[in-house]
């Protein structure tokens, strides 16, 4: 019977873990295609963030990640990100394009790639704008999951304006 007691106390430990698991959706991410537009004529500089699924609450937490430590010159935060940037063009929209097979994001002079990302656990997507006002919707989060949205072509549409990211694609019941 002694020899039985930690065999039981194992099994209960892991049906109380199996439980706990099953209780919480597992997000299955799934490269995609994302198309930003800004909608407005002020200059606006971008992040993408691969957000793995263990950084997910520091980058929803305003006080460790605000706007102004995030935008300050020479951020450790920003510098530490996994992450690909642009200035948003005002003639066309920045498409970047993820794909389980490719080396690279189809976009010119980046060193992320969706594998990379996919093997460090990257569940979201972080898009960070510098917005020209204070305040304002400057991050939004986009799962990676693979049922995530209602997307025509695996494709999210974004659209950044002078006070908000806004995503249009929408997501799924």
């Not at 099994?11 to 439980?19: D, E, F, I, Q, T």
């Not at 992040?47 to 102004?68: A, C, L, N």
């Not at 995030?70 to 003639?91: G, H, M, Q, V």
Request: aromatic share 8%; hydrophobic share 35%.
């Amino acid at each position: 019977m002694k020899n039985k007691i930690p065999q039981m106390i194992f099994a209960a430990a892991l049906a109380v873990a199996a439980a706990g698991c099953a209780s919480t959706p597992r997000i299955k991410p799934a490269p995609w295609t994302v198309s930003i537009t800004k909608q407005t004529p002020a200059s606006i500089e971008m992040d993408i963030i691969g957000v793995p699924v263990t950084d997910q609450k520091y980058y929803e937490d305003d006080s460790r990640v605000s706007y102004d430590e995030y935008w300050k010159p020479e951020s450790n935060i920003r510098k530490d990100a996994l992450k690909i940037s642009k200035f948003l063009p005002t003639d066309k929209p920045w498409i970047v394009t993820f794909k389980k097979d490719s080396k690279h994001p189809e976009y010119e002079d980046q060193s992320s790639t969706w594998s990379d990302w996919h093997s460090r656990g990257v569940v979201e997507l972080l898009l960070v704008a510098r917005l020209p006002g204070e305040g304002g919707l400057w991050k939004k989060p986009i799962s990676l999951d693979k049922n995530a949205w209602k997307a025509k072509n695996r494709t999210i549409e974004v659209e950044v304006k002078d006070s908000k990211i806004e995503v249009i694609t929408p997501p799924k019941d």
